[in-house]
């Protein structure tokens, strides 16, 4: 494994993966994150300091569990990492736009990207982590967070499999009009990465392409105790 994390994101075959998203839909990728750096940030949840922001999930019938919003300056593994995903995603997305036949807007940098959500008005951080307990799950949902969003997010898992919890599967639907939903379930291990679409995906279709709408959630922790990382790039209202 390549030693600094862009490094570890440089390395990946970014071409297969844009494929991969253009077919599927999502992509998983390999273990980006070493233990030190999974257990490095499990040790930020304890700290108050390190969040703007604590939901309890069954409170507001989001599921069962908490999750909570980093305030800014990111952690340092978290910020390269929201940095070194966009610009290769930043292409897809474009590319998606272009299917729909819609003008290219993502720009090549997250600075830049964020420069333009802070202009309208969507200003705090949004990249999280989440602790489900035993009995815990997330209800389908979007993190969109304003009018300004970009179309792809990347979901970490922390800790090991079958050694810290079990059950915790992570869940995709795609809605597609005028037909019947269809599910994808996805097992991380530690340090492995999931990037999926924070809105929809562009199908081809008799016609050309046409929007379905994707959602996602956590499955049941069946023991134990799971805790995520969600890198997500635009900021929020």
């Known amino acids: 494994m390549p030693n600094s994390i862009s490094d570890r994101i440089a390395a990946l075959d970014w071409e297969e993966l844009q494929q991969i998203l253009d077919t599927q839909g999502f992509a998983k990728l390999p273990p980006l994150l070493d233990p030190d750096q999974c257990q490095e940030l499990i040790h930020t949840y304890e700290n108050p300091a390190n969040f703007r922001s604590t939901i309890n999930m069954k409170r507001y019938r989001f599921g069962e569990g908490e999750y909570k919003y980093y305030q800014a300056p990111l952690p340092s593994v978290l910020q390269q990492l929201r940095t070194d995903f966009y610009p290769e995603l930043a292409k897809t997305a474009n590319c998606w736009l272009e299917q729909l036949r819609k003008e290219p807007t993502y720009p090549p940098s997250l600075s830049e990207f964020l420069e333009y959500c802070h202009v309208q008005g969507q200003t705090r951080s949004t990249p999280l982590i989440l602790k489900y307990e035993t009995g815990g799950y997330n209800c389908l949902h979007q993190d969109l967070y304003g009018e300004v969003y970009f179309p792809f997010q990347v979901l970490f898992v922390l800790n090991q ?48 392409y046409y929007r379905a709408t994707i959602r996602h959630g956590v499955s049941t922790v069946t023991s134990g105790s799971r805790y995520g990382l969600g890198i997500i790039f635009h900021d929020a209202k």
């Open 161 to 208: 499999r079958e050694k810290d919890y079990t059950g915790g599967e992570s869940i995709l639907v795609q809605q597609r009009p005028r037909a019947q939903s269809r599910g994808h379930v996805i097992t991380l291990e530690q340090g492995e990465g999931l990037i999926f679409p924070t809105n929809y995906r562009p199908i081809e279709g008799t016609r050309g």
